[in-house]
């Protein structure tokens, strides 16, 4: 072995959030970044019109068709996704350059997404579903979302089986019964991410020092 | 796919947590045990002889060497090995009935033992080194255990250094600069860990109907 066997430098994280529309996963994850300084949000882009409230730039980068479509072409997209009629995707430069500024980044993408960026990010992806405690809670807060038509509400409920079908694919699995408590687990497993001796910053440097003798 | 793809059952954890001598790893241990009541300590088996305030059963099973050997022969230890002049060993049965009985188990181990329970356990064990902030603050406080010797802690030193480079064989690396904080970091890890998909318990039973759609 070398005198250096194994030099630490930062790895950033990327955490992805995945679940059904209603889950509650919104609102833990601004709780999150609100706790986080280290930790900034992936915006993502998208070709759906905004919705009453949505702040371009915060909620989404909103792009026509032919802008998203030349994105997709240029490489710029680390994963993108056709949801009913409209385009979603994340753009690759403010994540490598949060991750370059020693920043990790919270995704709140689907199934599809979360598959792609697993292949572009491997080892530095952690990724954590969030499930309702029951369906039909997930159906009365898609309901109480009164700017969505019924036909609107029942293609989600669909999409939400769907979406919920691919919890077995994630890292860690969250149950959203109580939000707090949900938080609180989030920032248990981000905790622990940012431990993992392959993502270490804070590392005594005698450590760089010691000799293997086996 | 099958209507339930991915039944989930309780798989219980073996946290480890191996350190120098001296980098507080004993005292992390009582705290996490205090507060955690799905956790059990692993009490080792040694030949070595009780130094004052050790309580038997609690601090270790204090055995012949006879007796040892024979656990040994009979494959009652999950993992052994010598040290200095003196065996150690986790016996096999005690860890078997708290999984079964739906505990986590946490083992202060050294790192030969580690790699022995890491072959028998596999992925239901989670492994942390404590490291202390600077090699200085670990020999002031070996010194300050007056019980020992200089010539013990002297070979205690060289133990230290050999463990230590031992380091970047475990899954998490917490610096010992503050106690609380530590103990913290070692919750966090522990809560994450349960709540990895494979081990997670509390899952609503909906999620044994839905149909994967891929």
Redesign the interface.
């Known amino acids: 072995m070398s005198a250096n066997?194994?030099k630490i430098r930062r790895r950033g994280l990327m955490l992805v959030l995945s679940s059904p529309s209603g889950a509650g996963k919104t609102s833990i994850a601004r709780k999150l970044l609100a706790s986080d300084e280290q930790l900034v949000m992936s915006v993502s882009t998208t070709t759906r019109a905004p919705r009453p409230g949505e702040v371009p730039g915060r909620d989404y980068n909103f792009v026509d068709i032919e802008s998203f479509q030349k994105m997709v072409e240029a490489g710029e997209m680390l994963e993108h996704a056709k949801v009913f009629d409209n385009f979603y995707g994340t753009p690759a430069t403010p994540v490598r350059e949060a991750l370059a500024g020693g920043k990790d980044v919270l995704f709140d993408i689907d199934w599809q997404g979360t598959q792609q960026l697993r292949q572009a990010a491997r080892s530095d992806l952690a990724s954590i579903?969030i499930?309702?405690?029951?369906?039909e809670e997930l159906e009365r807060r898609l309901k109480e979302r009164a700017q969505d038509s019924d036909e609107v509400v029942k293609k989600r409920m669909a999409k939400a089986?769907?979406e919920?079908?691919?919890?077995?694919e994630?890292?860690?699995?969250?149950?959203n019964r109580n939000l707090d408590q949900s938080v609180a687990?989030v920032?248990?497993?981000l905790?622990?991410?940012r431990?993992?001796?392959e993502r270490?910053t804070?590392?005594?440097d005698?450590?760089n020092g010691?000799?293997?003798?086996t």
Do not use: C, K, N
């Open positions: 066997p194994t579903f499930l309702p405690p029951a369906v089986g769907d919920m079908s691919h919890w077995p994630y890292d860690y699995i969250v149950v687990q920032v248990a497993i905790t622990a991410e431990l993992r001796r270490q804070g590392l005594p005698f450590v010691l000799r293997r003798q």
